[in-house]
């Protein structure tokens, strides 16, 4: 495991050195003015005031450059260690839980109903390893920049839907876990790309939602043309001052070695580096009175729907019910990440 390093030293080294060259420019002024004042050629000292006075601005800046390159340092160690308890754990569960589901089939005859069991057990670790294989590669598929394929005409509308049926079986919830009310709504975009944003923004909001309750998921067209997306869970919340770090690199809330639900820290990370590519914009805000969080997309009006193919829009909102309505669920804190 990767040593955790503290923010109290690059902090306190970085406060000494500011205070030490504040007293160093006063000290300098102060003679400078004095010499000047006293001297037969003032002009001369002004000139060494000046010049003295840019460097040591100068070395101020380097300082305070400084302070804020180590603390940032220490914060991306901080994340990578938590990435990497995060990793250990996500290979190590179900690894160990295979080989003993193995072991045992291997020394024991199991009723068949039990052998069933077993082999239903190890093929969801096997998917759990696959997600987490997935969610790297995603990660490392976001940092190569920009996906090399044609923009493709989208029903986004039964994309959402699909995403919902497979995370649905992913996690083991029943239909009524997640609730979809579909505009339909047809983009000019990369399917692989919106795919891997709905994914990772479905995926965590079931993962942080309480049992059995639901995830609520919009989607329209507002009257600028723009598509907005809007996923609602009711799980613990997200704090005010969280809602712009949760898209760094790693990022968790809480310690690795503490928190009960699975994750890599990478799932909004994706979200946001997606979004910024297509131009749009993420919303992260409260859900009022009700507990939860909310996470609204919007894409720019070159994506708007496409009403003109009215069988392709009945077929993407066959699944999708009722046309949501505007509910009025803004709260104080709203905070965008672009």
């Known amino acids: ?92 569960s179900p690894i160990a839980a295979l080989k003993l589901y193995l072991q045992t089939l291997d020394r024991r005859q199991l009723r068949p109903e039990q052998a069933s069991q077993f082999y239903r057990s190890m093929l969801e670790d096997l998917e759990r390893l696959d997600s987490l294989i997935n969610h790297l590669l995603d990660a490392a598929r976001v940092d190569r920049g920009p996906i090399e394929a044609p923009l493709e005409r989208v029903d986004l509308a039964a994309l959402i839907t699909s995403v919902a049926k497979a995370t649905r079986q992913m996690h083991g919830v029943g239909q009524e876990a997640i609730e979809l009310r579909l505009q339909p709504v047809f983009l000019q975009a990369r399917s692989t790309e919106l795919e891997m944003l709905f994914r990772n923004l479905i995926d965590n909001a079931v993962k942080y939602s309480l049992p059995k309750s639901k995830v609520e998921i919009d989607l329209l067209v507002d009257s600028r043309g723009r598509t907005i997306a809007r996923i609602a869970d009711n799980g ?103």
Request: glycine letters at 10%; hydrophobic letters at 45%.
């Open 1 to 92: 495991m990767v040593a955790r390093r503290s923010l109290s030293w690059p902090i306190t080294l970085g406060v000494v050195l500011i205070v030490l060259v504040v007293a160093l420019t006063v000290g300098w002024v102060v003679v400078t003015v004095m010499a000047a004042l006293e001297g037969d050629e003032p002009a001369f000292y002004w000139t060494l005031l000046a010049v003295g006075a840019t460097f040591l601005v100068l070395i101020l800046l380097g300082v305070v450059l400084y302070l804020w390159l180590s603390i940032k340092a220490v914060r991306l160690n901080q994340r990578q260690s938590n990435f990497i308890d995060s990793v250990t754990h996500e290979l190590k």
């Open 236 to 338: 613990p919340g997200i704090p005010i001052n969280w809602r712009r770090k949760i898209f760094g690199r790693f990022v968790r809330m809480g310690s690795e070695l503490e928190r009960r639900q699975k994750g890599t820290g990478l799932g909004l990370f994706i979200v946001r580096e997606l979004i910024r590519r297509m131009r749009g914009k993420i919303t992260v805000r409260g859900r009022g009175s009700q507990r939860g969080t909310v996470f609204e997309v919007e894409l720019p009006g070159s994506m708007q729907a496409d009403v003109s193919d009215s069988a392709s829009a009945a077929a993407g909102a066959a699944t999708a019910g009722e046309n949501m309505s505007e509910r009025g669920q803004t709260t104080p804190g709203t905070i965008s990440a672009r």
